[in-house]
């Protein structure tokens, strides 16, 4: 069986909320994302009882730091099952290698974050003295050279990834919507729009853990991805 395309991110730190919202999600058709709002509040134990629940789990704390402490960070999950972990791409190439060999040490995939996808193009020139497309380019090409498993971006850099990275190469996209919504999510795309445009796997959070029937909406969105 293939794996599920939609990641849900479970975004609380209420051990009692995210397990109401675990025991509403189907691991054939989804994964978990576990960020740092989860994880800094319940920890490993949360990870291995999701990993029990036979889920596969996308941990993401987007990690940016020296070479040695990301490469040491990331070694120190040897003893939890986690298919995917994110690294900042802005950490450098030298951070990057440091993180694949550790990776591949507990084997699980590293995956580069470019640019968040709260950011607008005034922030990117503001934070980096670039236009969005090049900022992302140049961090794409960064990847390439460290042999990175996959990036992380907004559904709008979709074509840059797939003009830079190899074709194998995972493709995850977070600001996924159904529906137009006011929030912190600046470039935004629904579901069909971005597996259609490339994307490997769909990081999607509050259009699911907030919906009144949350089962309801993660089969509504796989529906959507399979029409």
């Known amino acids: 069986m293939t794996d599920p395309r939609i990641i849900v991110a479970i975004d609380t730190f209420d051990l009692n909320q995210a397990n109401i919202i675990l025991d509403q999600l189907d691991p054939d ?4 994302k576990i960020g740092s709002v989860v994880f800094n509040a319940l920890g490993k134990s949360f ?3 999701v990993s029990s629940q036979g889920f596969k789990i996308f941990l993401d704390l987007k ?11 990331i070694l120190g999950f040897h003893d939890t099952d986690i298919e995917m972990l994110t690294v900042h791409l ?4 030298e951070m990057l290698k440091k993180a694949m060999l550790a990776g591949q040490s507990i084997q699980t995939k590293v995956i580069g974050v470019s640019i968040l996808t709260s950011l607008e193009e005034s922030d990117v020139l503001a934070l980096f003295g670039n236009n969005l497309d090049d900022q992302i380019k140049n961090l794409f090409k960064i990847a390439t050279k460290a042999n990175l498993d996959g990036v992380v971006c907004s559904p709008h850099e979709l074509e840059i990834a797939n003009t830079i990275l190899d074709q194998y190469k995972i493709k995850i996209t977070p600001g996924i919507r159904d529906i137009a919504v006011e929030d912190d999510q600046a470039r935004t795309m629904s579901a069909k729009e971005a597996t259609q445009k490339g994307s490997s796997f769909i990081v999607i959070g509050r259009p699911i853990t907030q919906a009144e029937d949350i089962s309801n909406a993660l089969k509504n ?5 399979e029409k």
Do not use: A, Q, R, Y
Request: hydrophobic share 35%; with cysteine; net charge negative.
């Open 29 to 32: 058709l989804c994964m978990v």
């Open 47 to 49: 990870l291995k009882h």
């Open 63 to 73: 990690l940016h730091d020296i070479p040695n402490t990301v490469h040491e960070t």
């Open 90 to 93: 802005s950490g450098g190439e």
């Open 221 to 225: 969105f796989s529906d959507s991805i």
